[in-house]
């Protein structure tokens, strides 16, 4: 099976309808209250290259059922943020992340561009396992 659209022009769909924020601009709103970081990579993705500090993780399989406070593995950290900034390694996961939710009418939702990727290049602050 071959897709007729390939996961490049679906992020690029994604990504003209969502907010991207930079790695600047998701530390300035790190200190803010109401503001969630959620990390969607996978858990040897963590183990591996660690994670900014106060982001929750959430397996990207996970977060429109734990987002959802109708669900059975719903969240209350979703419950008390005013504001969901998504990311992923290089920023593809959580663009259609961030459209998922907009989808399902969450307000707030952002996506930083480049993912951990850029956050590592721009030489910013991570915890890892052995932190």
Request: proline share 6%; hydrophobic share 40%; net charge negative.
């Amino acid at each position: 099976m071959e897709p007729k659209i390939g996961y490049r022009e679906l992020v690029a769909r994604a990504e003209q309808g969502i907010m991207a924020l930079t790695p600047e601009e998701v530390a300035q709103r790190l200190d803010r209250e109401g503001v969630l970081l959620v990390d969607l990579r996978d858990i040897r993705e963590l183990k591996r290259e660690g994670w900014i500090p106060g982001s929750l993780h959430v397996p990207r399989g996970m977060l429109e059922f734990w987002i959802d406070p109708g669900s059975p593995y719903y969240k209350p950290a979703f419950g008390q943020a005013n504001e969901v900034v998504l990311y992923c390694n290089k920023g593809w996961r959580s663009a259609l992340a961030a459209e998922s939710l907009q989808a399902m009418g969450c307000e707030g939702v952002a996506h930083m561009a480049g993912g951990l990727e850029r956050w590592l290049a721009e030489d910013r602050e991570i915890e890892t396992p052995n932190t």
